[in-house]
C-alpha cells in the first residue's frame, strides 16, 4: 500500500530564510510518481512539481528547489530566501499510475508560516 | 491555460439532506476524481471515473455517495443524506491518459452541513 510521511506538521521561519520541507514514502511500485502541491489560505491546490520514478535529478525552478532520493525514499522540498507569500500548507502526494489513472495519496501537510 | 471549474464554492445544507457537488473537468481529459479533505486534515481520495464507470473507490466512498456523468461536460458528486462529518472541503480532479501529465485540480467546493 502507498504511504507518504510528512512528520513536520508546522514550520516557521523568518523571512529570507531558507526552509526545507522532508516528505518520506512507500510503495511497492517501481514506477510512480511523487508530487508538491501548495495549499494557500484560499483552499485551493496548487501543482508545484510532479517527478518521475526512474528521473532522480535534482530540479530547481527559482527559488524552489527538489531533492529526490530513491535510496532513502525521500522527496524533499526547499524554498530559498523564504516570502511572506510562501506562508501555505504544503503537501507531498503519491501515485501509481495505472493507464492513466492517477490516484494521488496525500502526506498530512506541512502548514509553512514566514514570519515578516 | 484550460482549467477544471467547480461549482458551488460553498454550500450549506442540513443533515439528511441530499446535496449535488458540480465539476466541468477539462475537456480533453478523460479520468475524473473527487477527493475530500476535511478542516486541517489531509486531502483524501474518495473515487476515480473513466468511460463511464467508477474505476476506483476507496472505502469513504460508501452507499451514501455516487457520481455521474449526465453530459458531455460535467461531472457530479452526489451525497445522498447528508451527515455532519460530511462537512469538508471536496476537490475535483481530472487527467488526460497520456504518460506525462498530472492532476489538474478545481478550486474546491466547501460543503457545511449544519
Known amino acids: 500500500a502507498q504511504k507518504v510521511t510528512q512528520a513536520q506538521t508546522e514550520i516557521s521561519v523568518v523571512e529570507k530564510e531558507d526552509v526545507t520541507l522532508d516528505c518520506v514514502y512507500e510503495t511497492r511500485d517501481t514506477t510512480y510518481y511523487l508530487f508538491w502541491y501548495k495549499q494557500p489560505p484560499s483552499g485551493e491546490l496548487v501543482f508545484l512539481i510532479r517527478?518521475?520514478?526512474?528521473?532522480?535529478q535534482n530540479e530547481i525552478s527559482g527559488r524552489y528547489s527538489w531533492n529526490f532520493q530513491k535510496s532513502t525514499s525521500s522527496f524533499n522540498f526547499t524554498i530559498t530566501a523564504s516570502q511572506v507569500v510562501d506562508s501555505a500548507v504544503y503537501f507531498c502526494a503519491l501515485s501509481e499510475p495505472n493507464f492513466g489513472n492517477e490516484k494521488l495519496t496525500f502526506g498530512t501537510g506541512t502548514r509553512l508560516t514566514i514570519i515578516p | 491555460e484550460p482549467e477544471v471549474t467547480q461549482t458551488p464554492s460553498h454550500q450549506v445544507t442540513q443533515m439528511g439532506q441530499e446535496v449535488i457537488l458540480r465539476c466541468v473537468p477539462i475537456s480533453n481529459h478523460l479520468y475524473f476524481y473527487w477527493y475530500r479533505q476535511i478542516l486541517g486534515q489531509k486531502v483524501e481520495f474518495l473515487v476515480s471515473f473513466y468511460n463511464n464507470e467508477i474505476s476506483e473507490k476507496s472505502e469513504i466512498f460508501d452507499d451514501q455517495f455516487s457520481v455521474e456523468r449526465p453530459d458531455g461536460s460535467n461531472f457530479t458528486l452526489k451525497i445522498r443524506s447528508t451527515k455532519l462529518e460530511d462537512s469538508a472541503m471536496y476537490f475535483c480532479a481530472s487527467t488526460s491518459d497520456t504518460v506525462n501529465t498530472e492532476a489538474f485540480f478545481g478550486q474546491g467546493t466547501r460543503l457545511t452541513v449544519v
Open positions: 517527478r518521475n520514478s526512474f528521473d532522480e
